[in-house]
């Protein structure tokens, strides 16, 4: 026997039990049957068709009649099986579950037809009657008839003749009730106006009542005797007594038959004022029936009356409807309402927000703008009078089935995204009086009100972007691609391009290739991702095998929401790319924009550029159709199809991928046959190409950086023999070029990246390598030998050289020089480059290359620096620093977290790092090429250090160093304060050299040593080897502290001495401590080195790309800028390690490292406090409290060393000077301490547990208990560590901070008072344990038990009375003298305060207040 299911069993159980059953075969215990809803029913289908009669139905009335009461609930049918009672009527149980409408009109008067004549058939005169066909039915029939049969089309016919016939005043007998017709007193279904005499209805007759089914000799006047009664009726009671009847009847009757009474009224109204000639005054009106009568298939003229309803409203139409149109013989009006003409625009004055609209062209239409319907931009149900559309009714195009519609819907949308990009705006229309909102669409996320609108400004509430990827914008596009027309593929192609590529990113890149270091640039990645996206490998598979599986199961809506490209990357969209370009051969602005989209997939990561190349056939396809070594002439004009044609672009995605990694470069190299295609289009001119102009120089252009990427990493060396005459005649052309006026930007970049191009293989030329390292793969990498060799790119340099005097020669011009661009800046570079590789060549004389060196000092460089024109760029440097100019570098309006874009939509301003007047890439370049002379010849280091004294270099730096906020960290601020940094460590660089050989220091060292402090807390990811540079060169240099060899220690104890409390102890004076520190610097500089330097692989990987070790070059992609390599207050990061350690240790670490790491980071800071404050003004000095603490809880025995003693005693009277003293705020949140309470707690548990009463380790534990601080850190010493109070023994002179700062003002917390005067009484708290707090103590109970606020509590007034009273009653006469003649805090006093000699008259009085028994107990002393 099977069992049932128990609960828990799932849903493969019940069909297991199910086969088991049917293998079985058993019966089932139950057997369904259909019954029928009625009897006989389930014979209808058996009957003959014949059979079959049709009803005829009464259409103006329903079949469910009002309920006038409540209506019982209705009950189950009965089986067929139940009979009936024996004693119950059959006709009364019929008529009382008559549910059809007619069971309302009861106490109806039997019609009398004894005088109705009887109308006899007529004679047709033919043998049979004639046969009704189907096909002569008539074609006004009413559509909403339904299928009717024969039978009932034939009755509806012969009713509305009637109805005709009566009409026109014949005599027509009826046999059936007027359907329309009501034959009772309702007059509440009438109007209120009509209740009345004066209403506008008449009252001669009635309306409602017709008299028919009477006799006809009295049934006017019946009617008439009712109507009379009913008027006289009304007009003997009050209106508020019809009103009160009126609600009494409506409140009794069920609202739907009230409905049916009122509408069958106006009806009658209604054809009454449309035909008032049809009817006689005195005659009762025969209804009209509501639905329109069929007429009989023998009626051949239509009746234009019949087919309006007297409700419906006349609509006016802008055409006149003909029924011989196609489609038109039926008539439905409702659905042409669309035809009509817009209702008028609304101006609403209220401050609502409204729907955004936008223009085809994807501009703002202002909500007041009136525009012309002939521009398409009404076709919406939603505001039909407003132009323009919605978001959401754009989404919905995007849906439909007419592929137009769904291009359109796409291009509009394109074009509302291209302009938030760009941010050029216009609204069509007058300025909105309030805010629009983006989009109303439900099922997403609401706007953010917090972020602007981009290219509409203030306009709009919300982001367009960030709303349209939350509504699944980038998938909506996706399934778009996978669209069979092409046109709608074209359209989200280009929609794609506007919402990923951000214009003017391209151009900047593009224009900067050849700065110093321009071509390695930061991935355009989100900064928030995982922590596995850090350390990308440029293998694939290791970067593949380093994925979680968390990670690679993420659905792509999950991915995009933290990172769109990886979200796409996950929808195969490479594939669909790939198929587009290879089989449906789109027109050229769609493989521009394909293009367009994996160059910026390429620029997101090493991930996403390793994808794009590993797609099948894709690199190939874009090769072999793009790229191609021959191809036919091109015109001028505009071309038809781009396949078998170069493309630049297709050139450029090469380079963005070669960028990407070495590997990336070398497979591209090997796997497309890049030789003979770069040697195809290098070896002839631009001109000659056979293409457009631009598109060949851009070509070329291309070309040349791809080639520049490739020799970044030590490659195509091979090349440059094959193509040398092929360079050596275009550097001849140089000259030509540059002197055609104006110079054109495309040839400019050309000759830059040609320069570049040298640059690098120049660098490649070096014979030396560095040493290899332990790391076998990089062993083998350094030892390949270069195929570049010093002969080889000896002969350039008199090439190059007269370009650079030629283009100085225009320096005093800054129209042509700025037009110049950045060829310039690269032959400064290349001239670095050459010097670098001929110092490094062993086989060569010395000697050579300096005399060399000289000559270019004097012929070049000398006249120069002295040209005036230099001083302005050095001046125009403040203008274009972002550093200077922090809002240069805010964020865009639509900036995306998930998207990374630079935000340079519309260009760079000219006063801009990247500007066409900004100083920063020929500076740089002049800088680079200085150091690399200076390290060579150390003798020109005289001559060339007069830059530094430059009056536009000073104040820049000035202005770097002061104490302002710097930049956000956006993608843009990283890309521009990268090449600003290398400016300041150029200089810096060349400063060190010059302060190393120079005998007397220069008056800007100490402004030198300021920056280079500040440049070491900004670096960011990818400058590891600067940092390291100045952590090794100028940061600790004694050099560049001159204040040690011009009185500086002096002047520290002299000031000391003016503002300080003296110490008896020499060896504790800050002037012999800053002298031990500048003796220690090279223990403090091993000390930070080892704490402070970046990570091994970072550090070399840096190394290399800044030393010119080509080899060892993996990638030009940089890390993510998260954040800077060394956070603010890294001069203590030693010691919080050393914290952190010991924390983590619980055995305890070395004492000789935490005493030397202690003493170097203590001394550090030190002389930072002391001589460059500006290093520490971005922590906060609550933070540096905080990381003194850290000294006394990392060891029991580190605070009790002499040395470390005698540094914090000096830096905590530093930062309890009266100047630093206010702003030590403990109560806001601290870098780096997610709780300072926390941290305090710890300090107290410390201090009770190993202090021992030690004094310093005691003023550390009172100085965050003063006043103003929060009442938590007292409440947590006098409520959970009580036993603090024993060994806190700080002696009232050795307090740093005034007394006055812990009783002043008076406290206000009652439950710390209630400590206070507990630890008082009880003991706990004694003048000779703990002076300070008992002063405080005593101090704060005085002020509360003689405070008179009347302002106060009850809670409070019962409080003080109470402390009042047993203060009185002390039995200790001391405390209670304390207690009650505390007058002022002296700490030159003993006690700590003054008392007085007798009470105030007021205190007397209050005291006197006390209940008798209290003061005869105690005592009255005064």
């Known amino acids: 026997m099977l069992s049932r299911p128990k609960p828990g069993e799932s849903e493969v159980d019940l069909l297991r039990f199910q086969s088991q059953f049917l293998e079985a075969g058993a019966t089932p215990a139950v057997q369904l049957v259909k019954g029928s809803r009625r009897h006989g029913d389930a014979h209808l289908d058996q009957l003959p068709p014949q059979d079959r009669r049709d009803v005829v139905m009464l259409d103006n009335l329903p079949d469910v009649p009002p309920a006038l009461v409540p209506a019982p609930a209705k009950r189950a049918r009965p089986s067929p099986g139940h009979t009936l009672p024996h004693n119950e009527d059959p006709e009364e149980r019929l008529s009382r579950h008559d549910q059809h409408i007619t069971a309302v009109l009861s106490k109806i008067i039997e019609r009398d037809t004894s005088s109705v004549t009887v109308t006899l058939p007529v004679s047709s005169g033919v043998p049979f009657p004639a046969v009704f066909h189907c096909s002569k039915e008539r074609q006004g029939k009413s559509g909403a008839s339904g299928k009717r049969s024969i039978f009932a089309q034939e009755i509806a016919a012969r009713r509305a003749t009637e109805n005709r016939a009566s009409a026109a005043g014949e005599v027509v007998p009826n046999l059936d009730p007027p359907e329309g017709a009501v034959p009772s007193e309702t007059l509440f279904s009438r109007d209120k106006g009509s209740q009345f005499p004066g209403g506008s209805h008449d009252f001669h007759r009635s309306n409602l009542v017709t008299g028919k089914g009477l006799r006809s000799q009295a049934a006017e006047q019946e009617v008439q005797t009712i ?7 009304l007009q003997a009671m009050a209106p508020e007594e019809i009103l009160k009847e009126q609600q009494q009847l409506l409140a009794q009757l069920d609202p739907s038959l009230v409905a049916f009474l009122r509408s069958h009224s106006h009806a009658l109204e209604q054809a009454g004022t449309e035909d008032p000639k049809g009817q006689s005054p005195g005659r009762p009106t025969v209804p009209v029936a509501k639905e329109e009568p069929i007429m009989s298939a023998s009626t051949s003229e239509p009746m234009e009356e019949d087919k309006l309803e007297p409700r419906a409203p006349a609509l006016k139409l802008p055409v006149t409807l003909n029924k011989e149109w196609l489609h038109m013989d039926t008539v439905e009006l409702e659905k042409l309402h669309w035809t009509q003409d817009l209702p008028p ?4 004055q209220t401050q609502e927000r409204m729907q955004a609209r936008f223009s085809l062209q994807g501009e703002l239409l202002a909500p007041d703008v009136d525009l012309p319907t002939h521009l398409g931009l009404h076709h919406h149900g939603e505001e039909a009078e407003r132009a323009g ?42 300025g909105p009086a309030r805010p629009i909102q983006v989009l109303h669409l439900q099922q997403f996320f609401p706007p953010d009100p917090k972020a602007q609108a981009g290219e509409f400004g203030d306009c709009l509430v919300g982001g367009i972007l960030r709303l349209l990827l939350d509504a699944g914008f980038l998938f909506l596009l996706r399934f778009s691609l996978d669209d069979r027309v092409d046109g709608v593929i074209a359209a989200a192609v280009r929609a794609l391009r506007s919402l990923l590529v951000a214009p003017g990113d391209e151009e900047l890149l593009d224009s900067t290739f050849s700065w110093y270091h321009g071509a390695s640039v930061f991935p355009l990645m989100p900064s928030q991702e995982d922590k596995d996206d850090e350390g990308e490998d440029e293998e694939p598979t290791t970067k593949k095998a380093k994925k979680t599986p968390e990670e690679e199961s993420r659905p792509p809506p999950d991915l995009a929401r933290h990172d769109v490209i990886k979200g796409l990357l996950a929808t195969n969209l490479l594939p669909r790319l790939r198929y587009v370009l290879e089989v449906t051969c789109p027109g050229p602005s769609v493989v521009l924009d394909i293009l367009a989209v994996l160059i910026r997939l390429a620029r997101h990561s090493l991930e996403s550029a390793t994808r794009v190349l590993e797609c099948p056939r894709l690199i190939e396809t874009i090769v072999q159709e793009f790229l191609p070594t021959s191809w036919s002439p091109m015109g001028v004009g505009p071309t038809s199809s781009l396949y078998k044609v170069p493309c630049a672009a297709a050139m450029k995605l090469l380079r963005v991928l070669a960028s990407a990694g070495k590997n990336i470069a070398a497979r591209l190299f090997r796997s497309c046959d890049f030789r003979s295609r770069l040697s195809r289009f290098l070896a002839e001119a631009p001109q000659e190409l056979a293409l457009p102009a631009k598109e060949a120089e851009v070509l070329s252009t291309e070309a040349f950086r791809l080639w520049a990427v490739v020799a970044s990493y030590g490659q195509g060396g091979h090349l440059y023999r094959e193509l040398y005459p092929v360079l050596m005649r275009t550097l001849q052309t140089l000259p030509t070029e540059l002197s055609t006026h104006p110079p054109k930007p495309v040839s400019m970049q050309r000759m830059a990246s040609l320069l570049t191009l040298l640059t690098q293989l120049t660098l490649a030329a070096s014979s030396t390598h560095p040493e290899p390292s332990s790391d076998s793969a990089e062993t083998c990498v350094s030892a390949i030998p270069s195929s570049v060799t010093w002969t080889q790119v000896s002969g350039l340099q008199p090439l190059i050289e007269p370009c650079l005097k030629q283009t100085l020669k225009f320096l005093p011009r800054p129209d042509v020089w700025n037009a110049l661009g950045p060829v310039p800046s690269a032959c400064l570079l290349f001239l670095g480059a050459y010097y670098q590789a001929w110092s490094q060549q062993s086989d060569l004389c010395p000697e050579d290359w300096l005399q060399d060196m000289e000559r270019l000092l004097d012929e070049l460089l000398l006249p120069l620096l002295s040209e005036p024109s230099l001083g302005r760029l050095w001046d125009s440097l403040r203008h274009c620093s972002p550093l200077c100019n922090p809002l240069s570098c805010a964020p865009a309006p639509e900036a995306l977290p998930s998207l990374v874009s630079l935000g340079c939509a519309g260009g760079c301003p000219p006063l801009s790092i990247a500007g066409s007047t900004s100083p920063f890439p020929f500076l740089t370049a002049l800088l680079s090429l200085l150091n690399i002379l200076v390290r060579i010849h150390k003798g020109l280091c005289g001559q060339l250090a007069a830059v530094l004294t430059a009056p536009g270099l000073q104040n820049y730096f000035l202005q770097c160093v002061a104490p302002v906020p710097a930049p956000q960290l956006t993608p843009f601020s990283a890309w521009a304060l990268r090449h600003e940094y290398h400016l300041q460590y150029l200089v810096l660089s060349l400063a060190q050299k010059a302060a190393t050989l120079q005998p007397q220091p220069a008056t800007s060292t100490a402004l030198h040593h300021t920056m ?43 000031s000391d001495g003016l503002s300080l409390r003296n110490s008896g102890d020499p060896q504790c004076k800050r002037g012999a401590l800053l002298v031990q520190a500048c003796q220690d610097l090279p223990s403090i500089r091993s000390c930070y080195l080892a704490h402070c330097s970046p990570a091994r692989a970072s550090l070399l990987t840096s190394q290399a790309l800044y030393r010119g070790e080509l080899p060892r070059v993996s990638s030009l992609l940089l890390p993510v800028p998260k954040e800077p390599l060394l956070p603010t207050d890294w001069p203590f990061q030693p010691l919080i390690r050393l914290y952190h350690r010991a924390s983590d240790a619980p055995s305890g670490i070395p004492a000789a490292d935490t005493v030397g790491i202690a003493m170097r980071v203590l001394q550090w800071v030190l002389v930072l406090e002391s001589w460059r404050p500006e290093a520490l003004w971005a922590v906060p000095p609550g933070a540096r409290l905080a990381r003194l603490m850290c000294v006394f809880l990392v060891d029991s025995e580190l605070f009790r060393e002499t040395p470390v003693q005698h540094l914090v005693v000096a830096l905590l009277a530093w930062l309890c000077r009266p100047q630093v003293l206010p ?29 021992f009463g030690d004094h310093l380790f005691g003023a550390l534990v009172l100085l965050p208990l003063q006043r103003r601080f929060s009442v938590t850190l007292r409440l947590a010493l006098f409520g959970e560590h009580v036993g603090v109070l024993r060994a806190l023994g700080l002696p009232l002179t050795q307090l740093p901070v005034p007394l006055e700062c812990f009783t002043e003002p008076a406290e206000d917390s009652l439950p710390l008072l209630r400590l206070y005067f507990r630890a008082l009484v009880t003991g706990a708290l004694r003048p000779h344990w703990c002076p300070v707090l008992y002063t405080v103590a005593v101090a704060h109970v005085n002020s509360f038990i003689f405070s008179q606020d009347p302002k106060s509590s009850d809670e409070v007034k019962a409080s003080r009375r109470n402390m009042l009273q047993k203060t009185w009653l002390l039995a200790d006469e001391g405390l209670r003298q304390h207690l009650l003649h505390y007058k002022l805090p002296n700490s030159s006093l003993p006690e700590g305060f003054e008392l007085y000699s007798q009470l105030p008259r007021l205190r007397q009085q209050y005291l006197q207040t006390l209940p008798t028994e209290v003061l005869q107990n105690g005592g009255l002393k005064t």
């Open 1223 to 1251: 702003n030590l705020n403990l109560d806001c949140p601290l870098p780096g301490l997610t709780s300072f309470p926390d941290l305090y707690a710890s300090f107290l548990d410390h201090f009770e547990a190993v202090s």
């Open 1012 to 1054: 280079a402090l500040a440049l070491l807390s900004r670096l960011l990811p990818g400058s590891e080897h600067l940092a390291q540079e100045l952590l090794l060169s100028c940061v600790f240099r004694l050099e560049f502290l001159p204040e040690n060899a011009s009185g500086g220690p002096e002047a520290a104890d002299f």
């Open 389 to 430: 559309y919605s978001l959401q009714e754009l989404f919905h195009l995007t849906r439909s089935q007419v592929s137009q519609q769904r291009a359109l819907a796409l291009h509009v949308l394109s074009q509302i995204i291209g302009r938030v990009r760009l941010g050029m705006g216009q609204i069509q229309g007058h």
């Open 345 to 348: 625009l609304r101006r609403q």
């Open 227 to 233: 109507h009379e009664e009913n008027v006289a009726r």
